[in-house]
């Protein structure tokens, strides 16, 4: 287990961005798969982006073209960049690590969306849109 502490939500409108960060512990981050997740009231949670060891990216359908996921390892740090933000996209959104698959397939344990790949997560960050 490591430590993961999302920040950066917050209330705007339609149309407006916002950018998500998730601060990690530990020493090997740069070997870690990184997700993020999010999940509104009454709902089960959804997978919204991930981001391997060397950079390689994969969205949700819903999100592409809108949301764009970084990191930089000096900081320890993922982003998720988001855009023209609607009200659906209102939920509390997860930060997930994946600790334990580096060098393997991007593909295996349910591929990047799978939720069963990641060991570690986030407390979470409150995001609405309002319209």
């Known amino acids: 287990q490591v430590q993961l502490v999302e920040s950066g939500g917050g209330l705007v409108q339609a149309g407006d961005s916002l950018r998500l960060s998730c601060a990690a512990s530990?020493?090997?981050?740069?070997?870690?798969?990184m997700g993020w997740f999010r999940q509104a009231p009454g709902k089960e949670r959804e997978f919204v982006a991930a981001i391997r060891w060397s950079g390689d990216t994969y969205y949700a359908d819903f999100v592409k073209g809108r949301f764009t996921i970084s990191r930089d390892n000096a900081k320890n740090t993922v982003y998720l960049q988001m855009n023209s933000l609607k009200p659906e996209d209102t939920a509390v959104y997860y930060c997930a690590a994946d600790i334990r698959t580096y060098g393997g397939s991007w593909y295996g344990l349910g591929g990047p969306s799978s939720s069963v790949r990641y060991d570690c997560w986030g407390q979470g960050t409150q995001v609405t849109v309002s319209s």
């Open positions: 530990g020493r090997t981050f740069s070997m870690y798969a």
